[in-house]
Nanobody
Framework: QVKLVESGGGLVQAGGSLTLSCAASARTFGILTLAWFRQAPGKEREFVAA????????YIASSVKDRFTISRDNAKNTVELQMNSLKPEDTAVYYCGAKYSEYFPVDRNYPYWGQGTQVTVSS
């Protein structure tokens, strides 16, 4: 069983920055993709970014690609989402997901999820 724990959310003013971290349990053998999704109130969960655990390839949603970056640290079993120039529309619960196969930007492809961390951007 893969356990994921997100941290780093909070309240920030528009234009500010936050770094989210997803810590994966030691039982990550075989995990290929770690990804971030977000869900705003009344909306479906949407893809934000993903990283390949083996070759470090990264994928960023077009809506955030100029502001967000994703990186992974295999030694620490963590994936971080650096969010800059935050906007009120970035307000959402951010979830970390993991899967045993290649990246795919649809949440139902990810069998493992963290509990989520709230990000609130004030205008």
């Amino acid at each position: 069983q893969v356990k994921l724990v997100e941290s780093g959310g909070g309240l920030v003013q528009a234009g500010g920055s936050l770094t989210l971290s997803c810590a994966a349990s030691a039982r990550t053998f075989g995990i290929l993709t770690l990804a971030w999704f977000r869900q705003a109130p009344g909306k479906e969960r949407e893809f934000v970014a993903a990283a390949n655990w083996i070759n470090a390839d990264t994928y960023i949603a077009s809506s955030v690609k100029d502001r967000f970056t994703i990186s992974r640290d295999n030694a620490k079993n963590t994936v971080e989402l650096q969010m800059n120039s935050l906007k009120p529309e970035d307000t959402a619960v951010y979830y970390c997901g993991a899967k045993y196969s290649e990246y795919f930007p649809v949440d139902r492809n990810y069998p493992y999820w963290g509990q989520g961390t709230q990000v609130t951007v004030s205008s």
